[in-house]
């Protein structure tokens, strides 16, 4: 963890690392002045592990492995929110906390207002494929296995109509969360994409698939995706190492991907086998519908 007190260190370090930026004063102190891009998530002094619970929940954070920056008045509360942050999961180093004197702040370094920005990232498997995606007209969108729906609530907030499929009803209302904070809405629907009879049946535009894998469910996916839709997917990739991943079972082999799309049905836009942003292994791959 490393703290930032002077704005010429913040400055600094803004410029060189590029941080996300969560500034946890109150909504009143934000709105007088704030860095531009920062998020507003007040969090109150002395906070209990439920109320952090409450005002920092996973899914409106960026990924684990991303650097994070904390904005405080007071950099005891910074550090405090930046241990509670380490203590679930998050890599010590790429939390950083930052309390300066935000009276003294440098001509032109603050705007005012309020903010409609996230911090969240959409899956980069996704966004960096945006130009292949058909057009919103093209039809609806499934996210099979959406998780707290990040991709989902991306393509919505870029005019797709979206639904987002996950057997966990806790997982969808992270999703309509994240939604509600772009002022975007989307379709949830709660199903075992393990159970054949819980498949969404479209047709789709696109169906995206990220680390989550069902074989039967992928193999099924020229019924689903219309003619002249795409679907996306990156999933883990088994590899001996010693990063933790699923079992076996719910990662793609080397080269699994070939097989999966036949050529028949589906012309092949991007394929990949590298790693993630995490350090973990995986397989990503871009295919288009034939017909």
């Keep these: 963890m490393s703290e930032t007190k002077t704005w010429q260190e913040l400055l600094v370090r803004l410029a060189d690392q590029r941080p996300a930026l969560l500034d946890i004063r109150s909504a009143e102190e934000f709105v007088r002045g704030h860095l531009p891009g920062a998020v507003n998530k007040p969090v109150p002094v002395g906070a209990s592990d439920a109320d952090l619970a409450a005002a920092l929940p996973s899914h409106v954070l960026p990924p684990r492995h991303a650097v994070l920056m904390i904005l405080a008045a007071e950099s005891e509360v910074a550090e405090c929110i930046a241990a509670w942050l380490r203590h679930r999961g998050r890599i010590e180093i790429s939390v950083m906390t930052a309390a300066p004197d935000w ?7 603050l705007v005012q207002g309020a903010e409609n920005t996230v911090l969240w990232e959409a899956p980069p498997w996704l966004t960096g494929h945006v130009d292949l995606l058909p057009a919103p007209s093209h039809g609806p969108v499934v996210d099979l296995g959406c998780g707290s729906g990040r ?13 987002a499929v996950d057997r966990h009803p806790e997982a969808l209302e992270w999703a309509v969360d994240l939604a509600t904070d772009l002022g975007v809405s989307l379709e949830t629907l709660c199903a075992d994409l393990t159970v054949e009879s819980d498949w969404p049946g479209g047709p789709w535009s696109v169906a995206v698939m990220l680390r989550f894998l069902h074989r039967p469910l992928v193999d099924a ?10 679907v996306v997917l990156r999933t883990f990739r088994w590899v001996e190492g010693a990063w933790t991943l699923p079992r076996r079972q719910f990662c793609l082999e080397q080269g699994e991907l070939n097989t999966l799309f036949d050529d028949r049905d589906w012309e092949i836009l991007d394929l990949r086998e590298d790693d993630d942003a995490d350090g973990r292994p995986g397989a990503g791959i871009v295919a288009r519908r034939r017909g």
């Design 103 to 109: 009276a003294a702040a440098p001509d032109g370094v």
């Design 151 to 163: 991709a989902a609530v991306w393509l919505a907030a870029r005019g797709y109509e979206v639904c």
């Design 221 to 230: 996916l020229p019924d689903l995706v219309r003619p002249g839709g795409v």
